[in-house]
T-cell receptor, first 116, second 114 residues
Framework: GAVVSQHPSRVICKSGTSVKIECRSL??????MFWYRQFPKQSLMLMAT?????????EQGVEKDKFLINHASLTLSTLTVTSAHPEDSSFYIC????????????FGPGTRLLVL | AQSVTQPDIHITVSEGASLELRCNYS??????LFWYVQSPGQGLQLLLK??????LVQGIKGFEAEFKRSQSSFNLRKPSVHWSDAAEYFC????????????FGSGTQLTVLP
């Protein structure tokens, strides 16, 4: 149980285009999902908290107009990187907090984004 | 504010040897504590968690961790390391904030020698 999927696992796009990443909780409901960014050999940096049915909460320094988050259902959150630039290339990981569980976050496998 | 310190950036052990990864935290209340493992290019997998009760918790893959309130520590241990244990290990504490998010340590990279 407690499986979180991400799609795509890897994406390459041209500078200026937008990329959408999906995060799904497969066997549990998650009113809260989190989006992280991870640079090589570094820890996770929380970008935003995605709440089902409401606006996402962004961490300081994260541009909400660039990283659009939608949490339309209890099992799906999407992160759209708009007008992507090479500096947006990174590993993006989502997690979902099990509403029925004990404050446990379950992580997706991550999405590797490369912007050319 | 809460924080997590993993003092060892990189640890190297021989296969079959014992392992201990250190984690110290700063938290204003009784924390929830977690250890996650990340293989290259992958997401994080939950190894174990502590919420309350027995301070020695057992996890998957033969790992265990001990919560020591007096030392603000939650060290991860394994009696005999396997080559497949080579990965990055993250300690986390929470929840905090209105979103009840976790705070992660900087990670410890484990290398296992044959």
């Amino acid at each position: 149980g407690a499986v979180v999927s991400q799609h795509p696992s890897r994406v390459i796009c041209k500078s200026g285009t937008s990329v959408k990443i999906e995060c799904r909780s497969l066997d549990f409901q998650a009113t809260t999902m989190f989006w992280y960014r991870q640079f090589p050999k570094q820890s996770l940096m929380l970008m935003a908290t995605s709440n089902e049915g409401s606006k996402a909460t962004y961490e300081q320094g994260v541009e909400k107009d660039k990283f659009l988050i939608n949490h339309a259902s209890l099992t799906l959150s999407t992160l759209t990187v708009t007008s992507a630039h090479p500096e947006d290339s990174s590993f993006y990981i989502c997690s979902a907090r099990d509403t029925g569980g004990q404050e446990t976050q379950y992580f997706g496998p991550g999405t590797r984004l490369l912007v050319l | 504010a809460q924080s997590v310190t993993q003092p060892d950036i990189h640890i190297t052990v021989s296969e079959g040897a014992s392992l201990e990864l250190r984690c110290n935290y700063s938290y204003g209340a009784t924390p929830y504590l977690f250890w996650y493992v990340q293989s290259p290019g992958q997401g994080l997998q939950l190894l174990l968690k502590y919420f309350s009760g027995d301070t020695l918790v057992q996890g998957i893959k033969g790992f265990e961790a001990e919560f020591k309130r007096s030392q603000s520590s939650f060290n991860l241990r394994k009696p005999s390391v396997h080559w497949s244990d080579a990965a990055e290990y993250f300690c986390a504490v929470g929840p905090s904030g209105s979103a009840r998010q976790l705070t992660f340590g900087s990670g410890t990279q484990l290398t296992v020698l044959p």
